[in-house]
């Protein structure tokens, strides 16, 4: 009986080798793990993102309802046709990433590489505009608590505009690199995920600030 258990003991690693000669069932499971353990800490990080936007959310609304007379001298509110035409670009850009991180899904890296080029085209245009608004404004950051709340607000979501189009740049550049997304993208789908993060963000900011005049 000892000599049968011992030669089943010794069989085991054997059976075991031939199942996985190459380990990839191992190495796959912790690439596996690896990504869900990323992307459930980058989502931390966008709740953590998530909970300071709205604490200067609910300090805008709090000082505007306190405060009825709060424009800066000579303002009579703010011009809303050129930021809707930028949200609107902005917004797009969140279906455009979509399409382009199905497509490096299906392997198709060029189409994946064109609509990521256009994601970062549409970001880097409302990020043009937005400095272009702020140049025709009529009043600076220290024109007063409105004035510090607009830039600081605006500038913030611009921050992470930005921050985002270094994403997409980094995560194209890893595109070119051959092979590169053949064990999964991740990054990808992380960069995605917060440019989604930036949209949602910006469509509170402008109903807050420009919609609520």
């Known amino acids: 009986m000892d000599s049968s258990i011992t030669s089943d003991q010794s069989a085991q690693p054997v059976l075991a080798i031939a199942n996985n000669p190459h380990g990839h069932e ?4 912790e690439e596996h793990d690896h990504a869900g353990n990323s992307m459930f800490g980058f989502i931390v990080f966008l709740l953590s993102e998530s909970v300071i936007f709205l604490s200067f959310f609910a300090g805008y609304a709090m000082i505007k309802l306190t405060t009825p007379d709060w424009l800066p001298p000579g303002v009579e509110g703010l011009d809303v046709n050129a930021p809707t035409i930028n949200t609107i670009v902005l917004v797009s850009s969140s279906f455009v990433i979509y399409f382009a991180e199905r497509a490096l899904k299906q392997n198709k890296l060029i189409q994946f590489r064109l609509l990521w080029l256009l994601t ?11 400095a272009i608004e702020w140049s025709e404004l009529q009043f600076g950051l220290t024109s007063g608590v409105y004035g510090g709340l607009f830039y600081l607000l605006t500038g913030f979501h611009g921050l992470h505009v930005l921050i985002g189009i270094l994403l997409q740049g980094v995560m194209l550049g890893r595109s070119l690199i051959p092979n590169n997304y053949a064990g999964g993208h991740v990054g990808v789908d992380e960069t995605s ?4 993060f930036v949209d949602v963000i910006w469509i509170v900011l402008f109903c807050l600030i420009y919609l609520w005049q």
């Open 193 to 196: 995920l917060f440019w989604h």
């Open 120 to 130: 970062m085209g549409m970001g880097t245009y409302f990020l043009v505009g937005q």
């Open 26 to 29: 191992n190495h796959g499971s």
